[in-house]
């Protein structure tokens, strides 16, 4: 039966090629799974989760990390880096100002009607996937949550009129008067559309400040969050990158990851558990100006906190995050089994995770997992962290509502998230840009350091070109206007200038005009 397992299980999580691959160490991979079976078994027998993780006693403050309590027994590990700058300096750059406004439509059918209103949106700030800009743009696209509901509805005649006037610099009101002055006649003959009447409407007219971000200023901080099974240390490249750089960056294990605190109850795993948590390590480690990087399940973390300060948060990196959907659990999922069978499937599930999250699978790749602690959790936190994936505010409108820049960097071989949610994602958010890497995969940060790295210091870097100010008017008239004056107020003072009547008479007669000496007296 055991060797049963053994054989056909990986069939059905992989190719034929793959199987290969994981038959050439059966030995190990036969011990791995027979140590696990037994511990599972003990697990069931006992009703206590193996693997329980603790933090690491070995860690103190003074290696930069930090163990911070946001709740009673409930402790995060933080490493905190606050370099040695040589040179201070202050942020002189004036930045550029973008104005947001976007007008957000939700109707009853599910349907999300965005139009861009944006006067000074440029090209560096809205592009296009094939490359054209459009400053002010309109996007239509149907809520993923509403399975259920009735097809879209093409947008009404009057909207789409009203928003190519937007586009041409044309008026509304002109546009609605030619269309009625030459449709009398048709809708008498079509029939009447019913206006639809929207479920909800937002809208947003702000102006943001975009400025440069340098190591050298002493209010940026710089906040990485992981994902599920992830630690802080697979951030160890990008720390070190920015921290000698001279960025304060703060990086966090989530509960039950790395050298945090594991609770043994499952709401402790929720959402809304986890994001509190987050929000008390932003609210003591802020500055003025901070960026938050997050990568996979964190870069929902980083949207809670971009929209609840968005004042703080001036810039931020989404890591192959997925595109812009609520979250919702699984019905029909591995991670819905019993405790006890994940934990006997841990070996397989670190293997298929090894297969997915990196491009290459060798040896470089193992030695990565095995130092950086990822997808080093116990069965219990895994089953807890992917059944707590409840979060239906984060649809599309929330993250439309968005006005802060974002970088989102995608790898192109990664099998969990696909490269269409993240175009997803670009399209929704008002500030957006998708760079996709072609040798990474769900790892990227481990396996491209240096591309992703060169990335995320561009994007602190930039700054919106600030437009050039208005030409003044000059005060000067124009020759032709002060001639025509000239003219009115001689033809108002006849004593001065002699009618044009007689001008003309003398010069008919042929005669040659002579001067009045008597008027010049």
């Avoid at 992989?14 to 140590?35: F, H």
Wanted: aromatic letters at 8%.
């Amino acid at each position: 039966m055991l060797y049963a397992f053994i054989i056909y299980v990986p069939l059905f999580f992989c190719d034929l090629d793959s199987c290969v691959l994981l038959y050439e160490c059966i030995p190990y991979r036969l011990a791995a799974m027979l140590t696990s079976f037994i511990e599972g078994i003990l697990c069931c027998l006992t009703s206590k989760s193996a693997n329980v993780v603790v933090p690491v006693e070995t860690s103190e403050p003074a290696d930069g990390y930090e163990f911070v309590e946001v709740k009673p027994g409930r402790v995060l590990r933080v490493r905190h880096i606050i370099p040695d700058r040589p040179v201070v300096e202050e942020p002189t750059g004036q930045g550029g100002i973008v104005s947001c406004k976007r007008k957000i439509t939700v109707y009853r059918n599910g349907q999300l009607f965005i139009e861009n209103l944006g006067d000074r949106a440029s090209a560096e700030l809205k592009t296009c996937q094939n490359g054209d800009t459009e400053p002010n743009s309109t996007v239509e696209v149907e809520l993923t949550d509403c399975s259920n509901s009735s097809p879209p509805v093409s947008i009404p005649e009057t909207r789409s009129d009203s928003v190519t006037a937007v586009k041409d610099g044309t008026s509304e009101t002109g546009a609605r008067g030619a269309a009625s002055a030459a449709g009398q006649t048709d809708q008498s003959q079509q029939p009447r559309k019913r206006r639809r009447k929207p479920k909800r409407t937002v809208v947003i007219d702000c102006e943001r400040k975009i400025s440069s971000c340098k190591g050298t200023h002493q209010d940026v901080a710089l906040f990485f969050i992981h994902g599920v099974g992830g630690s802080l240390d697979i951030w160890g490249s990008q720390l070190d990158f920015f921290s000698r750089l001279g960025y304060e960056v703060i990086a966090v294990d989530l509960a039950g990851h790395g050298a945090s605190s594991a609770p043994q109850i499952a709401a402790a795993y929720t959402f809304y558990a986890l994001a509190e948590d987050m929000r008390l390590i932003f609210k003591r480690y802020a500055h003025k100006r901070n960026i938050l990087i997050g990568h996979s399940y964190g870069v929902s973390f980083c949207t809670f906190l971009a929209h609840e300060y968005p004042e703080q948060i001036h810039k931020m990196v989404m890591v192959n995050g997925g595109g812009p959907t609520a979250l919702e659990p699984s019905l029909c999922s591995i991670f819905n089994l019993p405790t006890c069978v994940l934990h006997c499937l841990s070996p397989l599930l670190a293997w298929s995770f090894l297969k997915a999250g990196f491009a290459r699978q060798g040896a470089k790749e193992k030695q990565l997992l095995k130092d950086n602690n990822a997808f080093n959790v116990s069965s219990f936190v895994l089953r807890a962290m992917m059944s707590g994936q409840y979060w239906p505010e984060g649809d599309e409108v929330y993250h439309a509502e968005l006005t802060v820049p974002t970088l989102l960097v995608h790898g192109m071989h990664d099998k969990f998230v696909p490269v269409e949610e993240d175009q997803r994602m670009a399209e929704i958010l008002l500030m957006a840009f998708l760079k996709v890497l072609e040798d990474g995969s769900h790892m990227i940060m481990m396996e491209c350091p240096e591309a992703v790295n060169t990335l995320l210091h561009e994007f602190f870097l930039w700054e919106p070109a600030t437009p050039p100010p208005p030409k003044k008017e000059s005060k000067t008239r124009p020759e032709t206007a002060k001639a025509q004056t000239d003219s009115t107020k001689a033809a108002l003072d006849p004593c001065k200038v002699r009618p044009a009547t007689a001008r003309q008479t003398s010069s008919n007669d042929g005669t040659e005009e002579k001067p009045n000496i008597t008027d010049k007296k």
